[in-house]
DNA sequence: ATATCTGCAAAGACTTTGCATGAGA
DNA sequence: TCTCATGCAAAGTCTTTGCAGATAT
């Protein structure tokens, strides 16, 4: 979603004024809060941590600035299979970031990891352009998640 | 989940018996849906197919039946970000089965897709037997999607 | 016989929507 | 000024739970 009435440039570096948004306080404090966090914060999550500074501002307005951040391709949305949606920011300053997770099945525990990253990240290049091709599919995103028991709840 | 007591080997084929589960009606008449399919069924779109046969399941018992083959390995769970959860039987007759998706975020539609396993496969075994030495997991499963527009909703 | 399983209804958890008020450009 | 954004409350979805009756072994 480039531009809220569909046209123009894709929407890259989180300038929403760029695209028609207005850059509201809410919208900064959620933004704030998933750019000082290496957590994968639910939209509940994110609300509390909003709420401590900014009281004022509601869980509504938190589930649709982030669903607005996702649309925008600004961060990205996750689900673990906890039964709610979680949410990380899809770049840091060095670009467009990789998010591969390894999730325990025991507790929940959430490690983005990046060895091997390179090497998945080269075959993902290829696959990706080869299912392109077969399924005429335009991909604009993938996501690897390993499941397993962290090492306390083996 | 092996045995419901959690002792014993792993369940692999499906004994429900051999692990000292009930097979009933109920339980049967999903796994036959299941096994039916090509599609990745919705927890309610399996209790309407099972309704057709047997109006009297509930959707409650699919919810319980569903989960307890989550549990037991002889179903995977996916989340394809659309707030249902879907399930597939793991393996097909030529034993566990890989579940590589391509999500269209247009209008839902999945595609399992079998091109590539080969090296994909290849490489996430090397890579599980990385991380799961790095950061002390032991992996389970694995889970790859790709997101993007299909044909139609380009 | 008896521990499991089932169905219904109700509750629970997460997320979205309606609407009047408030705020950014 | 005049849309767009916000907050509250209510509603919507999907899923889980409590409990009495039914069932598999």
Redesign the interface.
């Known amino acids: 979603m480039p531009w809220k009435d569909g046209t123009g440039p894709p929407w890259l570096q989180g300038k929403f004024k760029g695209c028609g948004y207005r850059l509201t306080v809410p919208r900064q404090a959620i933004l704030d809060v998933l750019n000082s966090t290496t957590e994968h914060l639910s939209a509940e999550d994110t609300y509390l941590k909003v709420h401590k500074v900014h009281p004022a501002i509601g869980l509504t307005t938190v589930y649709r600035t982030l669903e607005l951040l996702v649309q925008t391709g600004m961060v990205f949305?996750f689900?673990f299979?906890d039964g709610r949606a979680r949410y990380e920011l899809s770049e840091g300053p060095k670009g467009i970031g990789h998010h591969h997770h390894?999730v325990?099945?025991g507790c929940g525990r959430i490690?983005d990891?990046t060895?091997?990253i390179d090497?998945?990240v080269e075959?993902l290049k290829?696959?990706?352009k080869?299912?392109?091709k077969?399924?005429?599919?335009?991909?604009?995103?993938?996501?690897?998640?390993?499941?397993?028991?962290?090492?306390k709840c083996?």
């Open positions: 949305k689900d299979g390894l325990c099945t490690i990891y060895d091997f090497e998945e075959l290829r696959t990706e080869g299912l392109s077969k399924y005429n599919f335009k991909i604009t995103n993938h996501m690897i998640q390993f499941h397993g028991l962290c090492e083996q």
